[in-house]
Every structure is written in structure tokens, then in C-alpha cells.
Nanobody, 126 residues
Framework: QVQLVESGGGLVQAGGSLRLSCAAS????????MAWFRQAPGKERELVAA????????YYADSVKGRFTISRDNAKNTVYLQINSLKPEDTAIYYC???????????????????WGQGTQVTVSS
């Protein structure tokens, strides 16, 4: 069992920045990819960023490239998402996820991730 807990969400103005954190605990054995997903009201959950165990491979959705940065600290079992130049369209619940069968790619989707956090709300005002 692995537990993931997100934090760092909140209400910010457009153009602002936010840093999300996801701490993992439990049986975190082996190499695994970690990712951030988000789900806006009335929309499906989408992959926004992912990172390999070593940190050497990352993926970003086109809509967030240049604004979002994913990173991880394996010693702390924590993954981060630095979000800059926030837009109202970024408003969503953000979830972190981990999966040993997943890869930092658009082709690794929800089904490839084994564990999920509870989500943290990000709200961006105009």
C-alpha cells in the first residue's frame, strides 16, 4: 500500500504562481513514474505532467508547456509541480499519482497508475 497526499492548492489571480507537493508513504519500493493529473468542472481527468523515477524523463501536456515544471525528490518521497503564469483555464482539482507500469508519455493514462492522492483544489480568478 502506498499513500499519496497533495498540498499547496489555493485561490490565486491569473498570472500568479503556485507550488503543489505530493508526499508518498508506505511501501514505496521499486522504480515508479509519478504524475500530476487535473480535473476541471464538467471535464474529464487529464494528464498534465509526468516524471520518471530518475527524473531524467518528463512529459508535459501542450497546454502547460513552459508554465508548469514537475520535479521529484526520491529521498523525501515527494513530487512537486511548480505552476507559473496561471490562467483561469487551469482551475481544477489536481491529483498526483504513481505507477510502476506508467511512463512519462501521453500514452500512459489513468489506467497505468496504481495509486492516487485525494486531490488539491486550484482556483484561478480573472
Amino acid at each position: 500500500q502506498v499513500q499519496l497526499v497533495e498540498s499547496g492548492g489555493g485561490l490565486v489571480q491569473a498570472g500568479g504562481s503556485l507550488r503543489l507537493s505530493c508526499a508518498a508513504s508506505g511501501r514505496t519500493f521499486g522504480t515508479y513514474t509519478m504524475a500530476w493529473f487535473r480535473q476541471a468542472p464538467g471535464k474529464e481527468r487529464e494528464l498534465v505532467a509526468a516524471i520518471s523515477w530518475s527524473g531524467g524523463s518528463t512529459y508535459y501536456a501542450d497546454s502547460v508547456k513552459g508554465r508548469f515544471t514537475i520535479s521529484r525528490d526520491n529521498a523525501k518521497n515527494t513530487v512537486y509541480l511548480q505552476i507559473n503564469s496561471l490562467k483561469p483555464e487551469d482551475t481544477a482539482i489536481y491529483y498526483c499519482a504513481s505507477g510502476v507500469r506508467a511512463y512519462p508519455s501521453r500514452f500512459s493514462t489513468e489506467k497505468d497508475y496504481n495509486y492516487w492522492g485525494q486531490g488539491t483544489q486550484v482556483t484561478v480568478s480573472s
